[in-house]
């Protein structure tokens, strides 16, 4: 009996009623449910504190840009390395770094947002394994294998994605908001972000960056489902870096640091994605080779 008779023994095992599979779908979804409202209530309770997590960014770039002034040089080392606080910030006044709300109920609003984000990601385990239980009986042996490291390598570079956010380039763009302020002749015009848009920001930028970041994901699904080749991605390599280019500047801040900040990770896991597809290439073929010889 060859590999694909005994996957297909196995799906035929597996197979039930529509009805059963209805009522099993209804118990994952509670699960899925419970899990993110238990996720939800507890980040809802830290929310203050998950939000002056987020505030850290800014905190170190106010920091350093009250310490040097607005023409001062500031290396991007002590940002990152701030943020990071592997390094002492700068004493400052803390009420300098200042956020706003105008509307009675923004910051509950807020609240709720972030506790609705971080419940996702908290409750992602569980949302993840449930989706693989209830798919996995109609998988073949070789694609259930496939599916289980796809389920930690996306929420791995979804979270690469967020920190490079957190860590480099929301310092560089708060920095750079900063220094575009207008003080002096009896005008002030300074930075006062809104407690909701600040959130939208980094919203905006960790999903950007995490769904970026999937890309050898992605690209390594295509080469297993054979939509894709590695000899058609390497030499569609120039059109992809024209293409990586564009979607960094359309989900970035207008600016070239923050752009290159994205374009050059999504190069680098292009490049790494070509070898993923060729090493389920060169996988495939030697599992058709050994097929032959066992037939």
């Given at each position: 009996m060859t590999s694909f008779d005994r996957d297909e023994a196995d799906i035929e095992a597996s197979r039930a009623p529509l009805m059963d599979h209805l009522i099993e779908l209804r118990g994952r979804l509670l699960i899925c449910v419970v899990a993110f409202a238990v996720a939800f209530i507890g980040c809802f309770a830290f929310s203050?504190?998950?939000?002056?997590?987020?505030?850290?960014?800014?905190?170190?770039?106010?920091?350093?840009?009250?310490?040097?002034?607005a023409h001062g040089h500031v290396s991007p080392f002590d940002l990152i390395l701030g943020t990071a606080r592997l390094i002492p910030v700068p004493d400052v006044d803390h009420q300098s770094v200042k956020l706003i709300y105008t509307a009675p109920l923004e910051i509950l609003f807020t609240k709720m947002k972030l506790a609705g984000l971080g419940a996702v990601i908290v409750a992602f385990p569980v949302l993840a394994w449930q989706l693989y239980r209830f798919v996995a009986p109609g998988l073949y042996r070789n694609e259930k294998g496939a599916f289980l490291p796809f389920l930690i390598a996306a929420p791995v570079l979804f979270l690469l994605g967020a920190a490079l956010v957190y860590f480099v380039m929301l310092p560089f763009v708060m920095w750079f908001s900063l220094s575009q302020q207008i003080i002096g002749d009896g005008v002030a015009a300074e930075l006062l972000p809104k407690v909701s848009d600040y959130l939208n920001l980094v919203t905006a930028l960790i999903l950007a960056f995490g769904l970026c970041f999937q890309l050898p994901v992605v690209m390594?699904?295509?080469?297993?489902?054979?939509?894709?080749?590695?000899?058609?991605?390497?030499?569609?390599?120039?059109?992809?870096?024209?293409?990586?280019?564009?979607?960094?500047?359309?989900?970035?801040?207008?600016?070239?640091?923050?752009?290159?900040?994205?374009?050059?990770?999504?190069?680098?896991?292009?490049?790494?994605?070509?070898?993923?597809?060729?090493?389920?290439e060169l996988r495939r073929k030697k599992a058709d080779a050994d097929e032959g010889l066992a037939a």
């Open positions: 203050e504190k998950l939000y002056l997590f987020l505030v850290q960014p800014y905190v170190v770039s106010a920091a350093f840009h009250q310490t040097v002034g390594t699904l295509l080469g297993l489902a054979g939509l894709i080749s590695s000899s058609v991605m390497a030499k569609g390599r120039r059109y992809a870096i024209v293409a990586v280019v564009v979607v960094a500047a359309v989900v970035t801040p207008p600016d070239p640091i923050s752009q290159l900040m994205l374009a050059v990770p999504m190069v680098l896991l292009y490049e790494v994605s070509i070898w993923c597809v060729r090493i389920i």
